[in-house]
């Protein structure tokens, strides 16, 4: 069974930076592709995808602070720097399978950033 685990979600002041990581276990053809993050009363939105090693897209308002990456063990980061309050949300990683179409979420992990 395919299972997300995402860490590094916390509480940070504005300006601050927070990193956070993505594994998958359970299957060696599913690896992480891309972060999400869902803020109070919004919808889910888009934040940054790696299309392939080297090849990242990143929503426009999220360029120039967050940083997608991902390891040779197939975990994957979001570096987050100069964080805002607006930046509250949980976050969400987005796994997809090599083989077959089928893609798994994470169970989110809260990231607040406030004064």
Same mark, same amino acid.
């Given at each position: 069974?395919?299972? !997300?685990?995402?860490?590094?979600?916390?509480?940070?002041?504005?300006?601050? =930076?927070?990193?956070?990581?993505?594994?998958?276990?359970?299957?060696?053809?599913?690896?992480?592709?891309? @972060?999400?993050?869902?803020?109070?009363?919004?919808?889910?939105?888009? &934040?940054?995808? #790696? #299309?392939?090693?080297?090849?990242? #897209?990143?929503?426009?308002?999220? /360029?120039?602070?967050?940083? &997608? =990456?991902?390891?040779? /063990?197939?975990?994957?980061? !979001?570096?987050?720097?100069?964080? /805002? &309050?607006?930046?509250?949300?949980?976050?969400?990683?987005?796994?997809? +399978?090599? #083989?077959?179409?089928?893609?798994? @979420?994470?169970?989110?992990?809260?990231?607040?950033?406030? +004064?």
């Amino acid at each position: 069974q395919v299972h !997300l685990v995402e860490s590094g979600g916390g509480s940070v002041q504005p300006g601050g =930076s927070l990193r956070l990581s993505c594994a998958v276990s359970g299957s060696t053809f599913v690896r992480p592709v891309a @972060w999400y993050r869902q803020g109070p009363g919004k919808q889910r939105e888009f &934040i940054a995808e #790696i #299309i392939t090693d080297g090849n990242e #897209i990143y929503a426009n308002s999220m /360029k120039g602070r967050f940083t &997608i =990456s991902r390891d040779v /063990k197939d975990t994957m980061y !979001l570096q987050m720097n100069n964080l /805002k &309050i607006e930046d509250t949300a949980v976050y969400y990683c987005l796994a997809r +399978s090599r #083989i077959v179409s089928e893609e798994y @979420w994470g169970q989110g992990t809260q990231v607040t950033v406030s +004064s």
